[in-house]
């Protein structure tokens, strides 16, 4: 009898206890809705770009914005700690590491983005030729460059506030990119193989890189003797029109990325860059005008008879 009890009250629940489940189910349902829509009301009000159908890929570019708009201002309030500026930084590392940790969010977020989750078209011909030229960047960038920086002695001169901070740019950069690539630059087909803004762009980027290598191998020849001087003015290429021919030669080269891709992503880093570069040029001029005096050139800032 004991065991016939058990039985009965393990059975089927009573059409009252459904009842009650269903309801409940219903209204934590009716919650998550709800909570939903208001994310998505929310990301909506702040969104001040639309440029595709996706909410989300728009409040990037959004952020994007306000990313340059910061950047313009910190490096016209202050210039970042790296390099000549970053000998008074508290917390300072090696400048090989320093950039290593600087430009290696864009590659994680740009194989992530692009390789891992993908999209509608990141197998296709033209987005994965548009991947190969952002990862070769990167390889000089990320991993090249910092390899092969002559660190005058034991000197630690890069600041870890852009090293592990400047991930607010270089996640949104390779994010952009991998998203543009991958889903929503949808002229990146086959037809754009026979645009001029593809070739164009190819011939600027490619000689900008060229160019980007050719004057970081300037300036780290200046240490090719360990006893020398630890600054020296540089020679050669655009280093004889001015001061930042390095600067210049990067913008040259973004500026083709920009035109390459004919995105957000392009158009972003292009401008971070500009914002962070362009004010940072007289600075570093008036430092080797104090430090050289009458020796050092008659030299423009950064754009060759401009500025």
Not at 135 to 156: D, Q, T
């Amino acid at each position: 009898m004991a065991d016939t009890g058990l039985r009965q009250r393990s059975g089927p629940a009573r059409p009252t206890e459904l009842g009650a489940e269903r309801e409940q189910s219903v209204k934590a349902s009716a919650q998550t809705s709800g909570w939903s829509h208001q994310v998505t009301r929310l990301k909506r009000r702040l969104t001040l770009v639309r440029l595709t159908e996706n909410d989300h890929f728009n409040l990037v570019l959004t952020w994007a914005i306000f990313v340059v708009a910061v950047s313009f201002a910190a490096e016209n309030w202050s210039n970042t700690a790296y390099g000549r500026f970053g000998g008074n930084a508290y917390i300072a590392v090696n400048p090989r590491l320093g950039w290593f940790l600087l430009e290696f969010p864009v590659t994680c977020t740009f194989v992530y983005f692009f390789f891992v989750k993908g999209g509608s078209q990141s197998k296709e011909a033209v987005p994965r030729f548009m991947a190969c030229i952002m990862l070769l960047h990167y390889a000089y960038r990320n991993f090249a460059f910092p390899y092969l920086i002559r660190v005058h002695g034991e000197s630690k001169n890069f600041s870890l506030v852009p090293a592990l901070g400047g991930v607010l740019v270089t996640v949104t950069h390779g994010y952009l990119n991998a998203k543009w690539f991958a889903e929503y630059g949808r002229h990146l087909n086959q037809r754009w193989l026979r645009d001029p803004r593809f070739w164009i762009g190819l011939l600027v980027y490619l000689s900008g890189l060229a160019m980007i290598i050719w004057h970081d191998k300037i300036v780290r020849d200046l240490r090719a003797d360990p006893n020398a001087p630890r600054y020296q003015i540089p020679h050669g290429g655009f280093f004889e029109y001015v001061t930042c021919a390095q600067y210049f030669v990067e913008l040259w080269a973004f500026a083709g990325f920009a035109i390459l891709s004919w995105g957000p992503n392009g158009a972003f880093v292009l401008a971070v860059s500009m914002a962070n570069l362009v004010p940072r040029a007289p600075a570093i001029t008036a430092w080797y005008e104090e430090k050289f005096g009458d020796a050092y050139p008659d030299r423009n800032h950064i754009f060759p008879g401009i500025y």
